[in-house]
């Protein structure tokens, strides 16, 4: 029987499917649901040392003899401490030892009770990784708990290997052991050139991953965001053959359309897939990402040079330590073509609904104006978004890889971006921003080695308009002024300050003279359009686009 608390079994579940099988163990009271459970677990052998720096010491020597992952597992407070000297060993000799403690909640540290410190982060100057397991107490907090095991035991065998932490808080009651077989989780594999007989061979890494993909009938690819040529065009359209490709322009070239799909496919179980393969970084896509998550059964590969773990979509099998180019090189042929048919016929009724939408004068508009004339007149030029709708109206109609500063997705910094890129730049460097965006980094107009070549289109429609979609906020009354930012700012002051040609536009057909003149115009310091909306009107004739979609696929037009 083991113990009932529910982090100490998935610990010790995946302990033994990451290959444990052999555990140094000190006594104390805290540490006992976690002693308890690697006493009974019959794949793990157990040996009892009382002092924790001889311990740790004693648990480097099995590791120095059998090559793989060795437990020691200590109590709360001081006995952590005792460890370090091991730990540190362990770190220049690059052996994958594993430093378990058991802590008390995180509600009473430093609350004068009877052995609490700060333990997660007391080794990190030695350790490669440390986690503090949740206690679960939902589907999703499990799934953290889970992921989190894996990232510490993945990481202790990485590359040259080193030794990691896994802090398990634990409430009383300890000591009831009523489980009688511990829970079947789910192991992150690691495919790596050092855990695959030190070759470099991509095929020889990706292989047993290869091998669950010739068992898949729904395989999808998924490209985040990456920088600009890393996957050639003709990679992407060859996977396009026998693969959906989810991908948008900060991975490609050209409108991505993927949000536009996700509306068309809605909650139809039909097209979910079975197998994911992920390469890049972030999706902008959050309907993407709910749709992919949704696919709980699927296995899904992430491959990075990094192997490093990210589990976007909750379900992921594993991680392959390769170029993304070269892992998807391997996975020609082992595709489904009838599967990836379906989806395409989607992404060609999108593209030519985009085609056929005429949005009034928005914001929308404005983004559509810019890109159709940069495309005819400027092809040559670099186009940066802000975050927030920004993005998400270039992703609509971008012919070119989108510059966005997606990893983390904050408001800050994008106008700064663009024109650092702009000072190194021989060609037009374009930068379409949002109003609180743009006058949050309004400092980064307040330097005297810009050029012409930078050309900002500032979308103002007075709040931040994307938090206008959410129904519920609009019971709040801190709606309009709080959430939303609502102002009455403009940039002609700021461009005058610092020398930037200004123009504006609160209309079609004066947006549209002033496209041509924000494109064509030569001069030797920047330029600023700005286009003065209303938030309600643009929130309307974006939900408008995509709502037609529907219309489209009910209506059946080819």
């Known amino acids: 029987m083991y113990s009932n608390k529910e982090n100490v079994n998935v610990l010790t579940a995946l302990l033994v499917k990451h290959g444990v099988r052999y555990a140094v163990v000190c006594p104390g009271s805290r540490n006992a649901p976690i002693v308890h459970n690697l006493d009974v677990c019959p794949a793990i052998t157990c040996f009892p040392v009382t002092d924790e720096r001889s311990a740790g010491f004693y648990a480097l020597g099995i590791c120095q003899q059998s090559g793989s992952p060795v437990v020691v597992c200590v109590t709360s407070g001081t006995a952590l401490l005792n460890v370090a000297p091991a730990i540190a060993e362990a770190a220049y000799q690059h052996l994958p030892l594993v430093l ?3 802590d008390r909640p995180r509600q009473w540290i430093g609350q004068l ?15 490669r990784r440390t986690v503090d397991l949740p206690e679960p107490h939902d589907e999703e907090s499990h799934w953290y708990c889970n992921r989190l095991v894996n990232e510490a035991l993945i990481e202790a065998q990485r590359g040259s290997q080193g030794p990691v932490h896994i802090n398990v808080p634990l409430t009383e009651p300890l000591y009831d052991f009523t489980i009688e077989r511990l829970p079947e989780e789910r192991r992150i594999q690691l495919l790596s050139p050092l855990s695959s007989h030190g070759t470099a061979d991509c095929a020889a890494v990706v292989h047993p991953m290869l091998e669950r993909l010739d068992l898949a009938s729904r395989p999808l690819v998924v490209v985040g965001q990456m920088k600009p040529d890393s996957l ?11 693969y959906p490709v989810f991908i948008e322009s900060l991975g490609d070239q050209g409108p991505s359309l993927l949000d536009e799909v996700m509306e068309m496919v809605g909650d139809e179980e039909q ?6 393969i992920y390469v890049g970084d972030t999706l902008v896509s959050k309907r993407a990402k709910a749709f992919l998550r949704h696919a709980k059964a699927a296995e899904c590969w992430v491959i990075n040079p990094e192997g490093e773990v990210h589990d976007t979509f909750m379900n992921m099998t594993g991680v392959i330590q390769a170029q993304p180019r070269d892992g998807l090189a391997q996975i020609t042929g082992h595709g489904n073509i009838a599967y990836a048919r379906i989806w395409k016929s989607l992404f060609v009724k999108a593209k030519r609904h985009l085609h056929d939408f005429h949005p009034d004068y928005s914001q929308l508009l404005a983004v559509k104006l810019l890109e159709e004339r940069t495309k005819l007149q400027d092809p040559s030029s670099v186009i940066h978004y802000a975050n927030s709708m920004s993005v998400r109206l270039g992703n609509i109609f971008s012919w070119h890889h989108i510059f966005c500063n997606r990893g983390v997705n904050g408001i800050e910094g994008s106008l700064s971006t663009a024109a650092g890129y702009s000072l190194v730049s021989k060609e037009n460097v374009y930068c379409v921003i949002g109003d609180l965006s743009f006058f949050y980094d309004q400092n980064a107009l307040w330097n005297q080695n810009l050029r012409g070549n930078l050309r900002i289109v500032l979308l103002n429609n007075g709040c931040g308009g994307i938090f206008s979609k959410f129904d519920g906020l609009r019971n709040s009354p801190a709606r309009a002024n709080l959430v939303m930012a609502s102002h009455h700012t403009t940039a002609e002051g700021i461009c005058r300050e610092n020398d930037i040609l200004y123009f504006a536009a609160d209309h079609a057909v004066a947006l549209d003279n002033l496209m041509d ?4 115009t030569e001069v030797e310091r920047p330029v600023l359009l ?3 909306t209303d938030a309600e009107r643009d929130m309307h004739v974006y939900q408008e686009y995509n709502q037609s979609l529907n219309t489209w696929k009910e209506n059946g037009k080819k």
């Not at 050639?232 to 026998?242: C, K, M, N, S, V």
């Open 271 to 276: 097209f979910l897939p079975d197998f994911i």
């Open 232 to 242: 050639p065009q003709g990679e992407i359209d060859r996977l396009r053959q026998e």
């Open 517 to 520: 003149t924000l494109v064509s």
């Open 113 to 127: 009770d009877g052995q609490t410190l700060p333990q997660p982060g007391a080794l990190d100057l030695f350790v």
């Open 100 to 102: 378990v403690s058991a």
């Open 530 to 532: 700005e286009v003065f």
